[in-house]
């Protein structure tokens, strides 16, 4: 085993980072359209409601955009590639070629891309599954 991934895991990308994402993304998804811009009201005085919104300076997504952009070329194909496959574009089998293609369409968009797309905690965490690295009992209690 490698940075205690299973014997089955074959991407580059350790399974922890990609738990780190997860947890991040379901952070971002959980947020909700923002309803008034400038409320004038103290946030205290509304539950801190506004915390769950969207925001243009949102600092839930500034940091997945970071963590994404601070792995390595490599690591950002991995990814992509669990993304496809959680998202079903194959199995673990067809791994090899999940990844030669997310390695072909690797641009200076990644970040954008796999922000933008909705189920991606969803899809990376059973591309998880699908290896073996079950990410719902390694994350309990920390959503």
Do not use: C
């Not at 801190?48 to 600092?59: A, K, N, Q, R, S």
């Not at 909705?118 to 009992?137: N, R």
């Amino acid at each position: 085993m490698r940075n205690g991934a299973s014997d089955d895991w074959k991407p580059g990308i350790s399974p922890e980072k990609v738990r780190y994402l997860i947890l991040k993304g379901r952070e971002f998804n959980a947020k909700d359209v923002l309803t008034e811009p400038d409320p004038g009201s103290n946030p205290m005085d509304d539950n801190m409601i506004e915390i769950l919104e969207e925001h243009p300076d949102d600092v839930v997504e500034k940091e997945l955009a970071s963590a994404i952009w601070a792995l390595n070329e490599d690591e950002q194909i991995d990814l992509v590639a669990l993304a496809w496959l959680g998202r079903g574009d194959g199995d673990t089998s067809d791994w090899d070629d999940l990844r030669h293609q997310a390695a072909e369409a690797h641009n200076n968009r990644t970040v954008a891309y796999l922000l933008g797309l909705p189920l991606l905690p969803d899809y990376l965490e059973d591309a998880l599954d699908q290896f073996g690295e079950s990410s719902a009992a390694a994350m309990e209690g920390k959503l």
